[in-house]
């Protein structure tokens, strides 16, 4: 059934394209699968969104009661994080590593069709808890005891769901660090790689090591739930925190492993539409190991309110985390300073990144700090900070990413002005639904409550929010039409439409099934600048001139 | 609204967004190729139904143990056959991965194995 | 935008791709890959051993099987240890024995580790058909079933693997060049002896 010599059909003839798809390998198609997959899962969990924003608008439950409130607000979370935003940037990391390693395909490509597979039956089971009684509903962070003794099958489907979807992740981090590690092109020293390839590195190491804690959390859980364990439920002598414990050790390393892509996708576009190189890409490099490394030292900080953690070791470290984070933000703008900048839709989008994952950081220092905390534990305050830094922050880095490889994959250039459209909804509307959250926090509205009373004075804050969120649900529109209408009739994009220092743009739009007829030599971390601009003839050099002729075969016998 | 309801609203939203995407790329055709075979050296793996027979049966299984009743390990009608397939499923990849690598091995060493 | 003109490196691909694949350049990739799975493996069961420690130190009362159940057999269990440790070693010998090519020693070892491995999984269900108390008998019930029996499940999968190698081995497919499954399937027996060191001495000698 498999084989293994290239068929030099493969390429060119056109089976049915269900059977092509269903089978592939190609890290190219695989990524444009997760891709898709996790676009379904956005606009399940959006409306999800909208039917919360449209209950909590005004005082008084309008349609949705408790119940289903409690699914919807868990679903909505659990399909977001796990369902969209990494396999979002699982599919451009499948896609564009290899790429930009100058490699054929991944270390492991069937298992990497494994990888992505599991994640759509993953879904299908943590969904199908709605036609089975009710999904589950105890928050995407299952806090025991009530999943414990949540009744029916929604949650038992959630643990299961969720492990097949780890599992998957942790599958999908082994095949990038070896692919990493093993199938760079000749010439690209770790120090040459992309900095979109350093994240995807370091994000695959924290599932590698993250992801299995949870499956164990999630296996204890299943075990308390149906086999009369006694982990997590204090009637039969189990500890509550416990769950906590190992849920948020995974649980902070996963919220790194949500940014770091989409902050590896905002270094790839801000120098080329800056037309100036990255500042600090060693620094940059430095602070994503250090980011990965403090990840797991943090965790405790979503428990100071439980009385049973040990606060300023826990508030040191996450103050310590916004350094690397901040050495980041500082190297952004210089980089943005005095370039040339081009407004495109990708750099739209990286610039919202900036400004709104700036805001969530800031809240999240705020955060930090327990004195604070406790007063703001479990309501909006959180709600807004964890929107700001993975709404503001990852998805418009998954946007991003759309519209910046979106010609590479397709081969065709998304529309302009409707992605203008699209960002500037999408922005205003972003920040007019999470905005009031944060006094809404302040001024004690709790999160997970289905419903407010009049007298509270939350009600004008929840109206702009729920207006906020409805024009977020308006500006995907521009966005769907961009989409399919490019795919069936859009203007051709050419190898390289912005001009791209980085070797996916080395080949054609959309690349062979083996990606590279020939590779550009490569010194730097901006191979293809220097391919097109020559050595010497702008302000930077390529690093390591002379120690270079070692490694590069072309330059030992003197054809260079 | 009752929780089926909204799972049937979803369902149905899901498919036709489906439907839709597909539409898209479908209409669009296959995929592009300039070249017609890739330089000396690069090895590439062919298609594979194995990904997805194998998470199907391990959704299955899953499935066994979430819909298990009172006093069961799990739900026998779902978790033996994805048992079953999975077991089959793993078999067959690692003779497919073991056919690869002796490949390589009686083969030219230009290329390496897929996984 | 510009067309680009690209130099060719056929050699360099060539020489590349091949050494990648056989891992001429440091490890093979599949060696990598088997070690980063261990990696994951290993904070699967960090997060089992977190239960563990936690209920230890929070439960009240004597720690232990419950009312009416067997102490822990740990004559019993300090057999399994040294069953499995021995293992490890003829596991080991396989591996430097087709290292030199000696595929002979190569099938004898695999199948003494094999033998090995099912005797320990043997004694761990005897182990359990005498204890007298389950996974739904508290708390030390439930860790303890949990941390053993997921052990366990992982020596399953090791004798699984050391299955496959050595109908390989019979099949004549390993040589001194081409072993890579021997060298993964290995790490991943020693990393399982690892653990059971580990277990062992929490649950038995720790207590």
């Known amino acids: ?560 | 609204m009752p929780d089926t309801a909204i799972g049937f609203v979803l369902l149905g939203i899901g498919i036709l967004v489906v439907l839709g995407v597909v539409f898209a790329i479908s209409s669009r055709g296959g995929p592009a190729s300039t070249a017609g075979s890739p330089p000396r050296g690069v090895h590439l793996p062919g298609p594979s139904f194995l990904p997805v027979v194998l998470s199907v049966a391990v959704a299955l299984m899953g499935a066994g143990l979430a819909f298990r009743g009172e006093d069961q390990l799990a739900n026998p009608f779902l978790a033996i056959p994805g048992l079953l397939v999975l077991v089959i499923g793993s078999i067959a990849w690692v003779r497919a991965a073991n056919h690869e690598w002796r490949e390589v091995e009686h083969g030219s060493h230009d290329d390496g194995p897929a996984h | 935008m510009t067309t680009r003109q690209m130099q060719a490196h056929p050699a360099g691909e060539h020489e590349a791709a091949a050494a990648i694949q056989h891992g001429d350049s440091g490890m093979p990739t599949a060696l990598l890959g088997m070690l980063l799975f261990i990696a994951s493996e290993v904070m699967f069961f960090g997060g089992l051993f977190a239960t563990y420690f936690n209920a230890r130190a929070t439960t009240p009362g004597a720690w232990g099987p419950p009312e009416g159940a067997h102490e822990l057999d740990i004559a019993l269990a300090g057999a399994l240890t040294a069953i499995l440790i021995a293992s490890s070693f003829t596991m080991q010998f396989g591996v430097w024995a087709v290292r030199r090519g000696d595929t002979g020693k190569l099938k004898m070892w695999t199948g003494i580790t094999l033998a090995l491995g099912v005797l320990f999984l043997m004694g761990q269900i005897y182990d359990y058909s005498q204890l007298g108390f389950g996974i739904a008998d508290g708390v030390f019930g439930t860790t303890f079933y949990t941390l053993t029996g997921f052990h366990g499940a992982h020596v399953f999968g090791g004798a699984v693997g050391l299955t496959i190698i050595l109908a390989r081995a019979v099949r004549g497919q390993f040589s001194a060049r081409n072993h890579v499954a021997v060298e993964a399937v290995s790490m991943y027996w020693h990393f399982v002896d690892v653990v059971w060191v580990a277990v062992f001495s929490t649950i038995y000698l720790l207590r």
């Open chain 1, 1 to 560: 059934m498999a084989t293994t010599t290239l068929e030099p059909r493969a390429s060119t003839y056109r089976r049915s394209w269900v059977l092509e798809w269903l089978t592939t390998v190609d890290h190219k198609k695989i990524g444009i699968l997760y891709i898709v997959n996790s676009f379904l899962f956005f606009f399940a969990a959006g409306i999800l969104a909208l039917l919360i924003r449209s209950e909590l608008a005004i005082p008084g439950i309008q349609f949705l009661d408790q119940a289903t409130y409690n699914q919807a607000f868990t679903m909505h979370g659990t399909i977001m994080l796990f369902l969209f935003i990494i396999p979002a940037l699982s599919g451009f990391g499948n896609y564009i590593v290899p790429l930009q390693l100058g490699a054929p395909d991944m270390a492991f490509p069937r298992i990497n069709a494994l990888s992505f597979w599991l994640l759509p039956l993953g879904g299908l089971l943590i969904f199908s808890g709605y036609l089975f009684g009710g999904a589950a509903a105890e928050g995407w962070t299952g806090y025991a005891p009530l999943t414990n003794r949540a009744e029916g099958v929604g949650t038992d489907l959630w643990i299961v769901g969720l492990t097949l979807v780890g599992t998957a992740s942790i599958l999908g981090a082994v095949n990038f660090i070896a692919t990493i590690f093993k199938m760079r092109a000749p010439g690209m020293t770790l120090f040459r790689m992309p900095i979109f390839v350093w994240t995807v590195l370091v994000t695959a190491v924290l599932i590698l090591l993250a992801t299995p804690v949870l499956t164990a959390g999630l296996i204890a859980l299943f075990i308390d739930r149906n086999y009369g364990g006694s982990f997590f439920d204090p009637s039969v002598g189990g500890n509550p925190v416990l769950w906590q414990h190992i849920f948020w050790f995974f649980g902070h390393p996963e919220v790194y492993i949500v940014i770091l892509p989409a902050m590896g996708v905002v270094s790839e576009i801000l120098p080329v539409f800056s037309r100036k190189p990255l500042f600090g890409y060693r620094a940059f490099v430095f602070a994503t190991i250090a980011i990965g490394l403090l990840s797991f030292s943090v965790w405790a900080h979503h428990m100071f309110t439980t009385g049973s953690v040990l606060l300023p070791f826990f508030s040191f470290m996450t103050a310590l985390i916004a350094i690397p984070t901040g050495i980041k933000m500082f190297n952004w703008l210089a980089t943005l300073w005095r370039g040339k900048l081009i407004l495109a839709t990708p750099m739209l989008f990286a610039l919202g990144f900036l400004s709104m994952f700036l805001i969530g950081g800031i809240s999240g220092v705020m955060l930090a700090s327990p004195p604070i905390d406790f007063h703001v534990q479990d309501t909006y305050f959180v709600v807004a900070h964890l929107h700001y830094v993975f709404f503001g922050g990852s998805v418009f880095g998954v946007f991003a990413a759309m519209y910046y490889w979106f010609p590479k994959m397709t081969g065709r250039k998304l529309n302009e002005p409707l992605g203008k459209i699209h960002f500037w909804i999408h922005f205003i509307g972003f920040n007019l639904a999470f905005f009031p959250m944060h006094q809404l926090g302040l001024d004690g509205m709790p999160r997970r409550i289905s419903d407010y009373s009049a007298d509270a004075g939350w009600t004008l804050l929840n109206m702009v929010s729920t207006v906020g969120a409805f024009m977020i649900a308006v500006s995907i529109i521009p966005f769907l039409i961009n989409v399919v209408a490019t795919f069936i009739n859009g203007e051709p994009a050419g190898d390289d439409p912005w001009e791209g220092n980085t070797l996916e743009w080395a080949t054609s739009s959309p690349p062979p099934a083996y990606n590279f007829d020939r590779l550009p030599p490569i010194h730097s971390e901006r191979p293809l600048f220097y391919l097109t601009h020559g050595h010497g003839h702008s302000a930077e050099r390529p690093d390591d001139l002379e120690r270079d002729a070692e490694d590069d075969p072309e330059r030992r016998d003197g054809l260079a």
